[in-house]
């Protein structure tokens, strides 16, 4: 769920970042979210903003799914007027947040593997042998790991 949440930033980030340097506004480029688990509130998003009634960032506080630091940082973009910049800019920290993730996760499944195998070949040296045998069998090779 985690990583889910993580890409459904990254790509409403990307959507924002490529349609606002095409030359919408951003409540057009939010009629037009991609992102699925957004695309609801998209929508009202783009009416608020069309309305007056808040600005982008304002939204993104109320929203529990967002941190202060996309908040803090689009807040910035509507002052500066750098949209362009700041979604480009955070579309890249959530690739660079899925990938550590993914490589951390992936360098964890090798040594629990490791884990898992050592607990099978000492059930399987205590069943088919006798005790002092398979003791002996398990710190041979520990001993050469």
């Known amino acids: 769920m985690f990583f889910n949440t993580l890409n459904n930033k990254r790509a ?22 991609p992102a699925v688990s957004y695309k609801s509130k998209c929508v ?17 506080q109320q929203d529990k799914s967002f941190n202060s630091y996309d908040c803090y940082i689009i807040e910035m973009a509507e002052k500066t007027g750098t949209f ?22 992936s360098k964890m499944i090798y040594p629990c593997f490791l884990i ?3 607990g099978i070949l000492y059930n399987a040296f205590l069943l088919f042998s006798n005790f002092s045998m398979s003791k002996m069998l398990v710190n041979l090779f520990l001993f050469y790991l």
């Not at 340097?21 to 009629?31: F, N, V």
């Not at 009202?44 to 993104?60: H, P, Q, V, Y």
Request: proline share 0%.
């Open 12 to 33: 409403l980030y990307y959507h924002l970042w490529s349609t606002i340097k095409a030359g919408l506004t951003i409540s057009e480029a939010l009629l037009h979210c």
């Open 84 to 105: 362009v910049e700041v979604f480009e800019n955070l579309n890249q920290y959530y690739n660079h947040k899925i990938q550590a993730q993914t490589q951390l996760i």
């Open 116 to 118: 898992i195998m050592m």
């Open 44 to 60: 009202d998003w783009a009416k608020d903003i069309r309305t007056g009634k808040n600005t982008f960032s304002g939204i993104l």
